[in-house]
């Protein structure tokens, strides 16, 4: 559609998504209070197939283990892929919202975890069952092939390969156009879009070290790996600190490090887990490349019996969006949204969103809608405080429903309309 068009289109569809709020609002809170994890979405996955078979979508289950596909194809034109991820996190909830989760889970370790939607997925669900809902509703205002994607396993990596590995790119039709959103901090009622990379690459690794374990009363008959992983820890700070150039943006954090039981044993081994997040190619092959040099070189320093036992965990690609797709999507924003659409910078926060896109070989557009409530962030804005909100995958990120709900739908339909006869 040209730029009039769509806006005449989002314009009759304004009093309708009206109706729909009170009932996606729901749906929300529902599956906020009913959190699953990764790879296991069962629920989740049949509230979604059941929407979308209720307004007449061909739909296909199980795909990747949970993964759900609506088909609605209505004449002639495009066909445009809409994806929303549907996993949670392992993070017991501290909002103290009304419908915060309480549930607990065994992660694939078998450890029991808290659970909740943290991440923001259950918003995506929602936006995209609503979307689907209003555009099988008003099937006479657009023409073309409409892909409604919801797709497990996003939090560790899995997911989007998973629904390739299963099969969906002989399964079903190629997309023109693959279009996604993520809730972030920032005002709610605002969308950010940005031409190229948009979200950095992730890679997580665990390193396991090993030393020689004794009593805690005689250090000189061991090989301390506690000593050992203390010191790969701070030396690892040094490679974004002293090997990567100050305009070359990269982070390395080491989330979690595990050693011993008791305080007078001298363990065995230490455990580190670290992630590693970068905008250029080459840029995350050094990290990878220095990562492994410091850590055989410490325990090299230490005597170590053996070398460490690196294991990769995850790996994200970078989110790179297509410009000439971008520039489409970011005029419709702004005659949608005015100066609540804008370019945003890149973040550091990496999907697998863009999987399907490069495995397909189309297109893609990912952007942000911001879910602050909008004095909150003002207010921290004014102080210079936005760091100071919670954001994804805290304990205590708590998008504010309105306006974020209605302007994700409007942002999702906006960009599906540019391509839509």
């Excluded at 590995?165 to 156009?177: A, E, H, L, T, V």
Aim: aromatic share 6%; proline share 5%.
């Amino acid at each position: 559609m040209e730029i009039a068009q769509i806006k005449s289109f989002m314009d009759k569809m304004d009093s309708s998504m009206d109706k729909l709020l009170p009932e996606l609002e729901e749906i929300y809170k529902d599956i906020h209070r009913n959190p699953e994890l990764s790879m296991q979405e069962f629920r989740t996955a049949k509230i979604a197939s059941d929407y979308l078979t209720q307004y007449q979508f061909e739909v296909t289950t199980g795909i990747g283990k949970t993964g759900v596909i609506g088909m609605m194809k209505n004449g002639e034109g495009p066909t445009v892929m809409l994806r929303a991820d549907m996993d949670a996190l392992p993070v017991a909830e501290a909002t103290g919202l009304d419908y915060a989760s309480t549930k607990t889970a065994r992660d694939a370790e078998g450890v029991e975890v808290g659970v909740s939607h943290v991440c923001g997925h259950d918003l995506h669900v929602a936006w995209l069952m609503g979307v689907s809902r209003l555009f099988s509703a008003h099937r006479d205002q657009w023409k073309g092939t409409l892909m409604a994607v919801f797709q497990p396993g996003e939090e560790v990596a899995l997911g989007a390969q998973s629904m390739i590995d299963d099969g969906i790119m002989d399964r079903f039709p190629k997309p023109d156009i693959i279009l996604g959103q993520h809730v972030m901090v920032g005002s709610a009622g605002t969308v950010g879009h940005r031409s190229g990379t948009i979200l950095s690459a992730g890679n997580s690794l665990k390193i396991k070290l090993f030393g020689r374990g004794s009593h805690g009363s005689q250090p000189q008959t061991s090989i301390d790996p506690v000593i050992m992983a203390a010191a790969t820890a701070m030396r690892l700070q040094t490679i974004v600190s002293r090997e990567i150039a100050p305009i070359d943006n990269a982070v390395l954090t080491i989330g979690a490090l595990q050693a011993g039981t008791k305080e007078n044993i001298i363990p065995e081994d230490a455990t580190l887990k670290l992630n590693i997040r970068t905008f250029d190619e080459g840029v995350k092959d050094h990290i990878l490349s220095a990562v492994k040099r410091i850590c055989c070189a410490e325990c090299a320093a230490s005597n170590a019996p053996k070398d460490p036992e690196i294991t990769p965990l995850d790996s994200y690609p970078l989110t790179e969006n297509d410009a000439a797709a971008t520039a489409k999507v970011a005029e419709a924003f702004d005659a949608q949204f005015g100066d609540r659409s804008f370019e945003t910078p890149p973040a550091s926060a990496s999907e697998d969103f863009s999987i399907f896109g490069r495995n397909w070989k189309v297109p893609y557009v990912f952007w942000f809608v911001g879910g602050t409530d909008p004095k909150v962030y003002a207010e921290a804005k004014k102080n210079h405080q936005i760091n100071s909100i919670p954001s994804n995958h805290s304990p205590k990120f708590a998008p504010v429903i309105h306006p974020t709900l209605k302007t994700g739908l409007q942002a999702m339909m906006t960009a599906a309309a540019v391509w839509f006869n």
